[in-house]
């Protein structure tokens, strides 16, 4: 199994460590309630090293982006970052991913861990020999830790990271914490105020300590990948390899504004096109439970009249803010408009439950 360089801190913070994607991650460490309550009122710590992240460089590296990715790369400025998706030619997502431009030639992709190496390959085969774009794999020797909440500029900015003042959703800077030199990006899953800190691996353990000890002060606690995942669901975002995978187009999951036809050609452009002038057949939906109940992954969603089943839950939890059970799945997009009755079969049992728009958590404005 691997590890992040950060596993002996998370044993020291007392963390349940779990095989996640092959990684040992912590699922969590006060409780996941707890770490949940902590990010949405205070500022949460979270090692997300397990993610991938590569370089892409050289003269052709627009050109090659635009190919490989569905958004428009050619709109993100210097120092700013956006979300798109890499897709097979059949518009199946292979990842959803960030996409940092740190200069007028180099760009980071953070991708998920799960897919770091399939990514990687992918990348590497549509590169073929082309000598005008370098690919590195920088996951090994670059660290990255989330530091969400509505304290998190506030204990950032305490530690040297004054250039955060100003710093829009999506940009990023280079920066300091605590006299160590790191890409600071106002980006993260929690739907909260935050930031990501990308850093050498030797330095992330003494950004890890000292933000475990000056953050006492504005509450902070780190947090695990059950209070991780709980947020990002009530925010509605994406989970690759529960929401989506190969077999789901961005379309079919309402991440219609990834994609940029205009830009020109691009892997599984043709496909999209072609599902956008007919339509989808499925839709990506939230919904909430009219009963106290909790969906699950898997759990059949059911037709009121008939109770057939016209799709499958995605995700599903209970969301500790709401105190009512919530979830994401995809149906037929006659079932897709806010306020239509679903039902949700809960161990042998039909609950309902009513499509609404999402988010979930309506985030505070920062």
């Known amino acids: ?21 092959g990684w040992e991650m912590p699922i969590q460490y006060s409780g996941v309630v707890d770490e949940y309550h902590t990010v949405r009122s ?6 997300v090293s397990h993610m991938g992240r590569l370089r892409v460089a050289g003269s052709g590296a627009i050109p090659f982006l635009q190919r490989v990715t569905t958004n428009d790369v050619d709109k993100i400025a210097v120092s700013q970052a956006q ?23 180099e760009f980071l992709l953070c991708v998920n861990a799960s897919n770091r190496e399939k990514i990687l390959l992918w990348l590497q085969t549509q590169l073929g020999r082309d000598t005008t774009v370098r690919l590195e794999d920088r996951s090994v020797e670059l660290a990255q830790v989330a530091v969400q909440g509505p304290k998190s500029r506030e204990l950032l900015m305490s530690l040297g990271g004054t250039a955060l003042e100003g710093l829009k959703l999506h940009h990023t800077c280079e920066g300091a914490i605590g006299g160590l030199s790191c890409l600071l990006a106002r980006t993260g899953y929690s739907g909260e105020l935050g930031f990501e800190v990308y850093i050498d691996a030797d330095k992330v353990g003494r950004l890890w300590d000292l933000l475990i000890d000056k953050g006492q002060a504005s509450g902070l606690k780190p947090a695990g990948l059950g209070a991780r995942d709980l947020l990002r669901l009530e925010m509605g975002y994406l989970l690759y390899g529960n929401d989506m995978g190969e077999d789901t187009t961005p379309l079919e999951a309402n991440a219609d504004w990834t994609v940029s036809f205009q830009k020109g050609p691009f892997i599984g452009r043709e496909t999209l096109l072609m599902q956008k002038q007919a339509g989808v057949a499925r839709r990506f939906v939230a919904f909430e439970l009219i009963e106290k109940a909790v969906p699950r992954h898997g759990f059949k969603i ?37 306020g239509t009755p679903i039902l949700i079969e809960i161990r042998s049992k039909n609950v309902l439950a009513q499509i609404v728009k999402p ?5 505070r404005k920062a």
């Open 42 to 47: 205070h500022v949460g710590l979270f090692d």
């Open 1 to 21: 199994m691997q590890r992040t360089p950060l596993v002996t801190h998370h044993q020291a913070c007392g963390a349940k460590l779990v095989d996640f994607a």
């Open 359 to 363: 988010p979930f958590y309506k985030k």
């Open 302 to 338: 059911l037709d009121p009249a008939t109770s057939q089943p016209i799709g499958e839950v995605t995700s599903g939890n209970l969301s500790p803010l709401l105190q009512k059970g919530i979830g994401l799945g995809y149906v037929p997009p006659r079932y897709a408009e806010p």
């Open 83 to 105: 979300y798109s998706m890499v897709c097979n030619e059949q518009a199946g997502i292979k990842d959803d991913i960030f996409v940092y431009r740190l200069g007028s030639d």
